[in-house]
């Protein structure tokens, strides 16, 4: 059974940093690209970053460009998302996604993400 489980987020003052996690089991995704989506209240869920299968390319929503940034550690299983100088905008469920097997680019589009963790909670006061 395949699994995302993301971790680290919460509440946080704005301007804060956050590192999200997201640990993947049931298989092996060093051959897929991952991506993390967001979801706020009342809005529909929405494209953050993406990386590809070895790292080698990055994409951004401009609304986060500059300030998050995706990794990704193979040998674990394990993306990242590095949050820095967060805002209320920010606030939102993060959502971890793996696309499918040998699917190595990033994907701005949801559909093409066949897995997906339960999503972390991330808040940020004024």
């Known amino acids: 059974q395949v699994q995302l489980v993301e971790s680290g987020g919460g509440l946080v003052q704005a301007g804060d940093s956050l590192r999200l996690s997201c640990a993947a089991s049931g298989r092996s995704f060093v051959a897929s690209a991952m991506g993390w989506f967001r979801q706020a209240p009342r809005k529909e869920r929405e494209f953050v970053a993406t990386?590809?299968?070895?790292?080698?390319?990055?994409y951004y929503a401009d609304s986060v460009k500059g300030r998050f940034t995706i990794s990704r550690d193979n040998a674990k299983n394990t993306v990242y998302l590095q949050m820095t100088s967060l805002n209320p905008e920010d606030t939102a469920v993060y959502y971890c996604?793996?696309?499918?097997?040998?699917?190595?680019?990033?994907?701005?589009?949801?559909?093409?993400?066949?897995?997906w963790g339960q999503g972390t909670q991330v808040t940020v006061s004024s």
């Open positions: 996604a793996a696309r499918g097997a040998l699917q190595y680019s990033g994907s701005y589009y949801q559909g093409e993400y066949p897995y």
């Open positions: 990386m590809s299968w070895n790292g080698g390319s990055t």
